[in-house]
């Protein structure tokens, strides 16, 4: 064999082996638990946040990672600030929570799968006898780059799911 085939071999070894090294360091280290039906017992909530009358309940997710630059923390602030301002007596009684969820910690894993979450992402769910009956991903929040344009979006869709 002529030495650059066998250099190309080996440098296309080495390649293919780094890979698989990659790939199997990794990997997950056990199968991320599926929650078949999302209740509110499997919701983010503590215990002590959820409602003991709350027949129906909307909750308004942000989901993030480890890692949040200056808009990610801002969409939070002002999707928070929206529904504190805006939604005090559904609050109150305890009808509407805000809670923001790191993906990243072993206990959150599921929500990625979930709600198929790719990146910080704002949801919006809406729980009946404390089941899960709808959602939506609220994308749009990354499309304004107002605050007032980010809030109206907000409020619009929590406004939609207390009504339903």
Request: glycine share 4%; with cysteine.
């Given at each position: 064999?002529?030495?650059?085939?066998?250099?190309?071999?080996?440098?296309?070894?080495?390649?293919?082996?780094?890979?698989?090294?990659?790939?199997?360091?990794?990997?997950?280290?056990?199968?991320?638990?599926?929650?078949?039906?999302?209740?509110?017992?499997?919701?983010?909530?503590?215990?002590?946040?959820?409602?003991?009358?709350?027949?129906?309940?909307?909750?308004?997710?942000?989901?993030?990672?480890?890692?949040?630059?200056?808009?990610?923390?801002?969409?939070?602030?002002?999707?928070?600030?929206?529904?504190?301002?805006?939604?005090?007596?559904?609050?109150?009684?305890?009808?509407?929570?805000?809670?923001?969820?790191?993906?990243?910690?072993?206990?959150?894993?599921?929500?990625?799968?979930?709600?198929?979450?790719?990146?910080?992402?704002?949801?919006?769910?809406?729980?009946?006898?404390?089941?899960?009956?709808?959602y939506?991903?609220?994308?749009?929040?990354?499309?304004?780059?107002?605050?007032e344009?980010?809030?109206?979006?907000?409020?619009?869709?929590?406004?939609?799911?207390?009504?339903?």
């Amino acid at each position: 064999m002529k030495p650059k085939k066998v250099l190309g071999f080996f440098l296309l070894a080495y390649v293919v082996f780094s890979l698989f090294a990659v790939i199997v360091k990794n990997r997950p280290k056990e199968p991320i638990k599926r929650n078949p039906e999302r209740t509110l017992s499997n919701a983010g909530l503590k215990e002590s946040e959820i409602p003991h009358d709350a027949k129906n309940l909307v909750i308004v997710y942000y989901f993030h990672g480890y890692r949040r630059c200056y808009s990610c923390l801002e969409a939070e602030r002002v999707a928070r600030e929206t529904v504190q301002r805006y939604f005090k007596d559904e609050i109150a009684k305890g009808r509407l929570r805000f809670v923001s969820i790191n993906v990243e910690e072993p206990e959150n894993e599921h929500f990625i799968h979930d709600y198929q979450i790719t990146a910080q992402t704002l949801v919006v769910a809406k729980f009946v006898n404390g089941r899960q009956v709808d959602y939506r991903k609220v994308d749009e929040i990354w499309m304004f780059p107002s605050t007032e344009d980010r809030a109206n979006v907000v409020r619009e869709v929590v406004s939609k799911f207390l009504k339903e």
